[in-house]
Every structure is written in C-alpha cells, then in structure tokens.
C-alpha cells in the first residue's frame, strides 16, 4: 500500500533529519531546506500535509502559507516554531489557514495523531471538493436542459401563436415560417410594406393577414387591383372625384385611400399603375395627403399601404417605367414570398384542403390522393403556384367519381415545356396558361363555366389581363 505523503520546511537540517527518522516508517516524508524548494516539491509530488518553520530568512512559515493555498488550497498546513508567539498562533488559525500550531520540542504522538486526522481532513476536502464539482457540473447540465426546455417552449408557443394568428395560411414550410414572422414584426409598425412574388403565390392573403394581426384590424382593408382597372378611371378609384370632374361624374365620389383611413390599403400588382400617377402616390406615402379628382381640398388620411408586385421594379426604374423614389418610399420592409417549387412541403397540405373545399362545393367525396397522383403533384414546377395547384385539384376533384382524386398529366400546365427543359419567362407561361383555360372554355371569359370562373378572377380583370398580354380570341 502506498505511503501518504508529507512535506516539512525548515531551514535547520537537523531538525528535518529527526523528523524524517521519526516519521519515515509511516509516511513518505519529503523535506526542504526553504519555502522555494518546498513549493517545488508540491508541485511535483501528490502531498497531503505540510510542517512549516514560523521564521526563516527567506520568508516565515504564514507567508508560505499564503502563497501555497492559493496554489494549493486542499492541503493541510501546520506551524513548527522554537519561538511560540500566542497572537501569531491565534491569529494563525482564525484565519484558517494553518491547521495546528507546533512549538519546539514537540510530543511525537501528539504530532502523529495530528498527521491521521489530518490526512482525513484532506481526503475529506477532496472528496468534498469532488462532490462540489460533480454538483456542479450537474447544476450545469440542469441549466443547459433548462435553457434547451426554454428555447422549445418558446419555439412551441411561437408556433401556436403564429398558427393562431395565421389561422388562414397553410403552410409548415421553415421559409414560410419566415414570411409571417416578418409580418408579425411589422404588423404593428407605419411602415409601408412591399410584397414581392410571382404570380399565384398569394400576395393577396399575406397582405390580408397582415392587417389582421395589425392595430388596425378593425377597420377597413381595402383591396385595389391595379392591374385590373382601366388606366382612364385609376385615379378616381384611388383618389375619388368631384361632382362634374369628367363625363360621367354626377356626383362626388370617395376614393379608395378615403374608404382605408384608418385601415389598411392593398395596392395589388403595383407595377401596373400608370406612370404619371405615381407622383400622387408618393405624395400619400410621405405627407397622407391628396385631392380628388378636380378638386382642390387636400384631404389628410392615416392609411397603412401595403403594395405587391410580380414584377421587377427595380428593372422598371432603370427602364423610366417606376419612379425610384417611389419605389425607394414602397420598398422600406419588403417581404417575398417563395414559390411553391421551393416550398414543396406545403403542397400535401394545400391540395387536402382544396380537395375538402371543393369536395363541399361540388358535392364530391374525395377522401385520398394516390400515390402517382402525389408523385405528379410534387415533381411539377407550378409556374402558376398556389393559384395553379387549387385549379387543377379543383378539376380533379370535379371528375373524380369516388374516393380517390383521379388527377391527369393533362391538368398540369406547362407540363411539356418543363420536362423539355426549356425555360419560360413568367410572361410566357402566363400566356400559355391562360390560353390553356380559354381553349378548354371555347374562349368564353365569363359565367359559371368560363375562364374567370375556373381561374377565380373577375371577368373585367381577366379582360385587362388577357389585353396587356396581347391574348385575343383566334
């Protein structure tokens, strides 16, 4: 069994050597002629107790004490001295660093019982020592679960909130999750919001839900498609007008800004909006101020614009087609929405609620989607997005005579252009979509079998849109 170990300093040979003979059968007994040497020795050897002389020339036995707890704070220190000082022995050990005090000649029993108790005082500080550190460490590891059960909390209301104040958005996509929690940092701010994204992509809906969640939920959202309304009356649907302004004009009219005071405004397909009505708009976003049409009463409004485009705005205003500083005054908190190729997680969840929605409506009973139906579903690009998935589930539903959606290659749009591996701009595809669905209608734009029907627009806003890309019936 290995020996304990012990150091004694003194600065008299003769006094170590008699310690060393008296002590050495026992314990391993190291000796040194001054505290630097000693210190040397703690730092080489695994030592449980220390005797140290009170005065030597190099520094006394307290000094040495000091210096070695701090390096060694579990040992166990003992004073030897010829010259016992009762208020440096008080002192001493009020202090708690010396263990005993010692004075010349010693009583070799006394010292040895010393030694064993001692010996346990130090295993016990070790010990106590382990303990501490093992508590520790599982305090640590207490606060690291604490701080991790925190972060899933948080995240797990932060996703009951969001669920719940976007109760009418489908999606457990991570980018989309992005999306509304923009909108929550900006529902409750003035900033004017500028929706980007292609088309089908349901600008629409996250502007409506934005206004939701915002201080001004309880009043007015007001939608204008700007692309839909003939360039001659935008600014009287924007502005309103005055009795007798133009032909037609009988009486004073409110417009749209007016009906959203207070609310939000929905300036959708912004791009579209004639050029030389954007200095009028820009004067509503920086002072929410304007006149009607032949008026000249400034009328002060507090509206929150939201706008949305699938275009380029900024291409626009390299082409002098946007005015930059509107565009500047539009783009303070942009938000883009992705599109549904890359967020192919949400489209299993979108086309069971389409095919629920239009079970109800046309009184069918789909219950599943078939395997190569969902293969169909997922590897389709949708250059149309949302918009084109809830039409085509929509006729799926329609000719499916039981419990499975019977879904066709045919009802995919632009299928051969996407596995030709060719690219289309949007443009293109729109058009090609568009005469897709009027074929399939024997161009017929309205009533309850046309296009607007099966493409959920208005028939005048299906009009404007077929005019500005130069889609007329052959």
């Keep these: ?63 040495f004490i000091q210096k070695a707890s701090k390096e060694f704070p579990y040992l166990i220190y003992m004073i030897i001295t010829a010259y016992p000082d009762m208020n440096v022995a008080i002192e ?7 263990y005993r005090f010692f004075t010349k000649p010693w009583d070799y029993y006394e010292v040895e019982m010393t030694i064993i108790n001692a010996i346990e005082t130090y295993e016990l500080r070790i010990h106590n020592q382990s303990l501490i550190e093992d508590l520790k460490r599982k305090n640590a590891r207490l606060l690291e679960l604490k701080e991790k059960l925190e972060e899933e909390n948080l995240y797990l209301h932060e996703e009951i909130r969001l669920n719940s ?31 980007l994204g292609e088309t089908g992509t349901g600008k629409e809906l996250v502007a409506r ?35 007798g ?19 939000t405004i929905f300036l959708d397909e912004i791009g579209e909006l004639p050029v030389h009505l954007q200095p009028k708009l820009l004067q509503v976003l920086q002072d929410g101020e304007f006149s009607r049409v032949g008026g000249s009463d400034v009328i002060h409004v507090d509206v929150r614009v939201v706008a949305a485009t699938n275009r380029d705005l900024e291409k626009m205003v390299e082409s002098s087609q946007f005015r930059s500083d509107l565009f500047y005054r539009l783009n303070v908190f942009p938000i883009f929405i992705p599109p549904l190729r890359e967020r192919r997680s949400d489209i299993p969840l979108l086309a069971n609620f389409f095919i629920g929605k239009f079970n109800r409506l046309n ?58 591996g060719k690219f289309l701009s949007m443009q293109e595809v729109e058009s090609q979509y568009l005469l897709k669905v009027l074929e399939s209608t024997n161009w017929r734009v309205s009533g309850p079998k046309g296009a ?11 009009e404007s849109r077929l005019k500005k890309l130069g889609i007329s019936k052959p």
């Design 165 to 195: 104040n976007f109760e009418n958005i489908i999606s457990k996509d991570v980018a989309f999750k992005k999306v509304l929690r923009d909108i929550e940092h900006v529902a409750d701010t003035k900033a004017t919001v500028l929706i």
């Design 452 to 462: 607007a029907s099966i493409l959920n627009m208005k028939p005048t806003t299906l």
């Design 1 to 63: 069994m290995e020996k304990d170990r012990i150091l004694n300093i003194d600065d008299t040979i003769v006094n170590l050597q008699l310690f060393e003979e008296l002590f050495q059968d026992k314990y391993q007994v190291f000796s040194a002629l001054t505290p630097q040497k000693g210190l040397e020795i703690l730092r080489k050897e695994a030592i449980k107790v220390v005797f140290v002389d009170l005065f030597m020339p190099e520094m006394d036995g307290l000094e």
């Design 245 to 263: 302004a133009f032909t037609g004009a009988v009486k004073q009219k409110k417009g749209k800004f007016e009906l959203a005071h207070k609310g």
């Design 92 to 98: 001493a050990i009020n202090q708690g660093g010396v």
């Design 363 to 420: 009184g069918r009973r789909v219950e599943m989607i078939p395997l190569k139906a969902m293969d169909l579903l997922m590897n389709h690009d949708w250059p149309g997005n949302i918009r084109e998935l809830e039409n085509t589930i929509e006729r799926a539903v329609i000719i499916s005579s039981g419990s499975k959606l019977e879904l066709k290659d045919r009802f995919l749009a632009g299928k051969e252009s996407a596995d030709s």
């Design 209 to 243: 839900s934005l206004h939701e969640v915002s201080k001004r939920s309880s009043s007015s959202f007001i939608k204008v498609n700007c692309a839909a309304i003939p360039e001659s009356l935008i600014e009287s649907e924007l502005f309103g007008h005055e009795q």
